[in-house]
């Protein structure tokens, strides 16, 4: 007896007999006797319900089956001791019985001693068997808990013993056929890491410390698999081995090579990164929030964010915000907000939020990103700076003007008051752009933008509309100010300005337009003062007029004439009138002045002051100029003076002709192909012309080498003062009919005429005066020294058959 209760025992023999004998004596030594059978089949039928602690089993039985096999299948399927008991011994029985791992084999005879004793040592030897095969499960449910699995490695020995998980640790699991299972334990580390493997576990069967071994397996469908392995060695008997666990760390790899990409994330972002805790206290800074910030992680831990960097976080202040977006399921926001730096410079900053929420759901963390969009700002505000600016002269563009026109337009309507629109375009400015290059014209604009912006006050606007046009825009509803501003900026863009070696002059000339009588909104506005600007032209340049309602017919008459001029010329609707030029002294005819006249189909003779500006704004002028040269040479050519000289042919030449590079080989081809002499010819050009550019020198003194003769017109309307003649090769100076319009009646011009006379001796120039219309004006002219003279006084302009005539002395 071992334990209090009975031990229970099965009985298999089928001599009936030995089985009642054997049931007695086991009886008398206190055993139980469950259960007593005859055949293995009855034996393996019955032992699960019976529930033995040990079978007592005879070898030979009746039956299909025998002890053994009986034995075999309760051992295997109950796991329960089995003493066999027989007769027989020999070498074949043993060795079959032996395979069924029996607790004891008794052969009869026995003593009952023997037998109780036999019982005895089973018993004891199943209850050791029954605490290591519990212990082994325990080891083995706490490894499969744990998901290790169990290696061991000798050298030189090319199969693991024992598996214990390894398969499925290997993450083999169903790919790995059955006999592979026990495949050497290097063959399932991936070749790569095989040599450091090996090395580690020798290393470790040399010594007594544990190692770790971490290494990716041979097979890893698709992905890396990585296994850690913790290693020691084993001293048993006869050889020495490595034993150890095996860990599948794939996931934990994944997370550690996802922490350490976030970590290079963190540190090299060019946005500043801060992690605070729930309190929204700094716990860590990236080296970006230190360079935007110039607060180190060190100064800036432990501090609340928005306190740190002085953020306002709009009226609800920082907490509540905060609690919001903590309350937010997104737990995310994004938006501008303004930090200080450490030194207290302010800058504006785009903020992401995110909250992170702990496994709990409470707020563990708050991640801020930002960036330092100061840079931004500034671009974006150039980008709208260029948008609405003229890049050549940084004034406002027709964009940022039309935006203000409006605003002031509103303004002055609810306010019922006016505004004023000057419209400034630059005269003659085409001919600096064409003769001296756009980058001097570039300059030019610049130079005149600045000198606007000098005479305007602060709050009128100005914009340049592109070339040469800018409009002003005054709130100031007083007509007065527009005018004295108009008389400002002609003075200022009248002044000399020097360009490189060029000194050059240039005028403006303006229009004005009234809101709301010139009219009610932006479009009629700027159409009415761009009317009074080329009014401002026709009427002379360099000077300013208020629009008017006739400005607009004649305007739209402009229009005309410049599509009819084109045609004009190639219709042959142009001719020449001619207006003799005589001696004072004698009244001898010894030159002409060709004038050109329009005879237009629709409105007849037109003459040359409406459409001269005209040609010469479109540049018309460049053909009509040609035109008449070539008309003039051929139809003067060949006509004497009394004296029998070739007559002199004197040609008005625009200033925009005269700068034009080819002047001079044009003028020299006309008198080649028809045959004029040279000397005879003379250029009439203003005097504008020849402050307009310094050029002019070079030009003139061209001419004066080919011979021929070049004289001033006009001379005395121009600002231009005596002593600039001194150093110019001018022939002669044609005095303006304004000096002596009121001759001899009143005597102002006098002193003027007298000066110049003196001058042009002086310097060897002749004197023609023109629009002698009285005998006493010529009689006094001639007193005062002037030699020349032409006006309705001598003839009228003519056309060219009357010219014939009065040459011919019948008229
Ligand atoms: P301009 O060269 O000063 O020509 C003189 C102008 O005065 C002419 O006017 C002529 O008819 C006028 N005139 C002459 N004598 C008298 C007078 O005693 N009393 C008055 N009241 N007027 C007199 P026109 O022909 O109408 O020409 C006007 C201007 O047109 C010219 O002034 C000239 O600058 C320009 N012009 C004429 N023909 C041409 C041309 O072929 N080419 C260019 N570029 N300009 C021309
Ligand atoms: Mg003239
Ligand atoms: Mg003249």
């Not at 089928?14 to 293995?40: H, I, P, T, W």
């Not at 039985?61 to 009986?70: H, K, P, R, T």
């Not at 084993?234 to 020495?240: G, W």
Request: hydrophobic share 40%; with cysteine.
């Amino acid at each position: 007896m071992i334990a209090d209760k009975p031990i229970n025992l099965m009985l298999v023999e089928d001599e009936r007999v030995v089985a009642f004998d054997l049931k007695n004596q086991l009886q008398s030594l206190g055993y139980r006797v469950g259960a007593m059978v005859g055949s293995g089949e009855q034996a393996v039928r019955q032992v699960a319900d019976v529930a033995p602690d040990l079978v007592l089993m005879d070898i030979h039985l009746e039956g299909d089956m025998d002890g053994v096999e009986a034995a075999t299948e309760i051992q295997a399927r109950h796991r329960i001791p089995v003493i066999y008991l027989t007769a027989f011994a020999e070498d074949d029985t043993l060795r079959r019985a032996l395979d069924s791992r029996p607790f004891g084999y008794l052969v009869k005879p026995w003593d009952v001693r023997e037998l109780h004793a036999s019982i005895q040592m089973a018993l004891a030897r199943r209850e050791v068997e029954v605490a290591v095969e519990r212990s082994e499960l325990r080891l083995k449910l706490a490894l499969e808990a744990a998901a290790l699995g169990v290696f061991e490695w000798q050298p030189g020995q090319p199969r693991s013993p024992g598996d214990g998980g390894t398969a499925a640790v290997f993450g083999e699991g169903s790919l790995v056929a059955e006999g592979d299972r026990e495949a050497s334990f290097l063959a399932r580390v991936n070749p790569d890491d095989r040599e450091r493997v090996a090395a580690g576990l020798q290393a470790a069967l040399l010594s007594d410390d544990a190692r770790r071994i971490e290494f990716r397996t041979a097979r890893d469908n698709g992905e890396p698999h990585y296994i850690e392995a913790h290693v020691k060695a084993h001293a048993s008997r006869p050889v020495r081995r490595v034993v150890g666990v095996l860990q599948d760390v794939t996931e934990r790899h994944k997370i550690e090579e996802r922490l350490r990409q976030s970590s290079v994330v963190f540190h090299t972002a060019a946005e500043a990164i801060l992690i605070a805790d729930g309190e929204r206290r700094v716990c860590a800074v990236n080296p970006a929030f230190t360079r935007i910030t110039a607060y180190n992680e060190a100064e800036a831990r432990g501090f609340d964010v928005d306190v740190l960097l002085r953020i306002q976080r709009g009226e609800q202040g920082s907490a509540a915000f905060f609690a919001e977006l903590a309350a937010n399921p997104d737990g995310y926001w994004q938006g501008e907000v303004i930090c200080r730096r450490r030194g207290g410079e302010p800058f504006p900053a785009w903020q992401s939020l995110s909250v992170v929420h702990d496994a709990q759901g409470r707020v563990g963390n708050y991640v801020i990103a930002f960036s330092d969009v100061s840079e931004m700002h500034v671009v974006e505000e150039k980008l709208h700076h260029l948008a609405h600016h003229d890049p050549l002269t940084g004034l406002p563009n027709r964009l940022l003007f039309d935006d203000r026109i409006e605003q002031t337009i509103e303004l002055a309507r609810r306010s019922q008051q006016h505004c004023l629109l000057l419209f400034l375009d630059l005269d003659s400015f085409k001919v600096v752009n064409d003769t001296l290059g756009h980058v001097v014209g570039d300059e030019l604009l610049r130079i005149v933008a600045g000198r606007l912006r000098g005479a305007l006050r602060g709050t009128d606007t100005i914009a340049r509309l592109g070339g040469d046009e800018f409009v002003v825009l005054t709130g100031s509803s007083s007509p007065e100010y527009a005018a004295e501003l108009a008389g400002k900026i002609l003075q200022t863009v009248s002044a000399p300005i020097r360009l490189g070696r060029e000194g050059i002059t240039v005028s403006g000339s303006i229009g004005i337009a009234v809101y709301p009588e010139d009219g009610g909104d932006r479009h009629a506005l700027m159409r009415a003062a761009d009317i009074a600007m080329y009014s401002a032209k026709a009427a002379g340049r360099n000077r300013y007029q208020f629009y008017s309602p006739e400005m607009a017919e004649r305007s739209n008459e402009r229009l005309n004439l410049e599509q009819g001029l084109r045609r004009a010329i190639e219709e042959d609707q142009l001719l020449l009138h001619y207006q003799p030029q005589v001696e004072l002294a004698d009244g001898r005819i010894v030159g002409v002045e060709a004038l050109v006249r329009w005879n237009h189909p629709q409105h007849g003779m037109i003459p040359p002051v409406r459409f001269i500006p005209v040609a010469e704004e479109s540049g018309v002028i460049d053909s009509l100029g040609r035109w008449v040269l070539e008309r003039a040479c051929r139809e003067v050519a060949g006509l004497r003076q009394r004296s029998g000289e070739q007559l002199r042919l004197a040609v008005n030449v625009s200033a925009r002709e005269f700068m034009r590079e080819d002047f001079i080989a044009s003028v020299l081809a006309t008198l080649a192909q028809t045959g004029f002499p040279a000397a005879a010819l003379e250029l009439e050009i203003t005097e504008s012309t020849l402050q307009t550019i310094e050029r002019s020198m070079e030009i003139l003194a061209a001419l004066k080498q080919h011979g021929i003769a070049v004289s001033i017109d006009d001379f005395g309307t121009g600002y231009s003062s005596l002593s600039v003649l001194r150093d110019l090769p001018i022939d002669r100076i044609k005095i303006d009919r304004s000096f002596i319009i009121h001759l001899p009646e009143r005597r102002e011009g006098m002193a003027i005429i007298e000066a110049i006379v003196a001058l042009a001796s002086s310097l060897g120039m002749e004197i023609i005066v023109e629009g002698i219309e009285r005998r006493e004006q010529a009689t006094l002219l001639l007193g005062l020294g002037c030699g020349g003279g032409q006006g309705y006084l001598f003839s009228r302009p003519v056309p060219h058959p009357q010219l014939l005539d009065l040459l011919a002395g019948t008229d």
